[in-house]
């Protein structure tokens, strides 16, 4: 979490609008790119090795090619392949931002520009959640996606699915493409917010039990993740709502269901994240009000030892005076006679606390 407690520094303030500067976590790796070229018909995957290899293919039938680049921290690449494909500068300029929130642009141009972030759960003990900056152009028969450099590619289930040629994904547009990558981030939502409810479960069974004292702090520390997740997502209803509401050539109408469907599942996933929120809020409630509870119990008990040495601590005050004239002084069972009235008071006490079952 102290990851996201110092962020990078926005080395791109006051510089002219459109100038390329990464954000983000230093990166050493290289960028790599895969063209997707396919269609009903045929399927080709390649790594490109040369700028020139990330433009079409006019020479083939037609098709849909995707140009998926892993790794945004080379701006010069980015940079030309916006040349390559007529990309405004603004576009580039939060390609390359992974601390831009997401936001979806439609351009008269004829392409769309949408960016948001895949969630990854970092640790579950404690529960880390951080972000992947993805970003979609789009336009009549080509999609580019960027996303930062990782181990594993996110689109992978997508690319299995073009290769095997299973479903819906080789016989449609560029808009289908785009909603099946956007599928698999919001699918991935739900998997990241299974881990907050298992999480939760777990801080709810020790608080109960008053097994862990620590149950506050993991509380505010969920409380944290969930905010932060919560702002990943909740751009994203918006987003979708605009793609299906606008008159948009790019988007057939025979593609808007599935991007109704879509929309469900970002409202399903953000009424998760709202119930948890409100769990987490009467967690922290029950939790203070254990400790509280705990702490009458102490005072409670303190105050019934203080109630039964008061009269004894008189008594033993009184005789403790020796004064000469004191008649008790000089009985030879004096002593025993105090320790009896001593304990007389004690056990009358105690049988009238619990009487009033203060005890």
């Known amino acids: 979490m102290s990851k996201r407690k110092h962020r990078p520094k926005r080395e791109n303030l006051l510089t002219s609008p459109g100038t390329l500067t990464y954000i983000g976590p230093d990166n050493e790796l290289k960028t790599k790119i895969r063209k997707i070229q396919y269609s009903e018909k045929f399927y080709k995957n390649e790594a490109v090795t040369s700028l020139a290899e990330c433009a079409a293919n006019p020479s083939l039938e037609p098709h ?100 095997a040629s299973v479903g819906k994904t080789r016989r449609n547009g560029t808009d289908y493409l785009v909603f099946a990558l956007m599928d698999v981030i919001v699918d991935n939502y739900f998997l990241v917010l299974e881990k907050f409810g298992e999480k939760l479960d777990l801080v709810e069974e020790s608080i109960i039990s008053g097994s862990k004292r620590e149950s506050l702090n993991d509380l505010y520390a969920l409380k944290r993740e969930l905010t932060f997740v919560r702002r990943a997502i909740w751009p994203l209803r918006d987003m979708i709502n605009q793609l299906i509401r606008e008159d948009n050539s790019l988007i057939s109408k025979e593609v808007v269901p599935y991007y109704r469907d879509l929309y469900d599942h970002t409202m399903q996933a953000l009424d998760t994240v709202d119930s948890y929120r409100e769990l987490l809020a009467s967690l922290a409630d029950v939790h203070l009000s254990t400790i509280s509870n705990r702490m009458n119990a102490v005072m409670k008990t303190l105050t019934i030892f203080s109630a039964i040495f008061m009269p004894l601590t008189f008594i033993v005050g009184v005789y403790g005076m020796n004064f000469e004239n004191m008649p008790e002084l000089k009985n030879p069972y004096g002593y025993y006679y105090t320790w009896g009235v001593m304990a007389i008071v004690t056990v009358g006490m105690i049988l009238y606390f619990k009487a009033k079952k203060w005890m």
């Open 64 to 163: 849909i090619t995707w140009l998926d680049v892993d790794g945004i921290h080379e701006t010069a690449l980015v940079g030309k392949i916006g040349t390559l494909y007529h990309l405004h500068p603004l576009i580039l300029e939060d390609i390359v931002n992974t601390e831009h929130k997401p936001k979806l642009e439609v351009y008269d141009t004829g392409y769309i520009f949408l960016t948001l972030k895949m969630l990854h759960v970092d640790s579950e003990e404690p529960l880390e959640i951080s972000s992947e900056h993805v970003s979609f152009v789009t336009g009549k028969d080509y999609l580019i996606s960027f996303q930062e450099e990782r181990s594993d590619d996110i689109f992978n289930p997508v690319i299995e699915r073009l290769n």
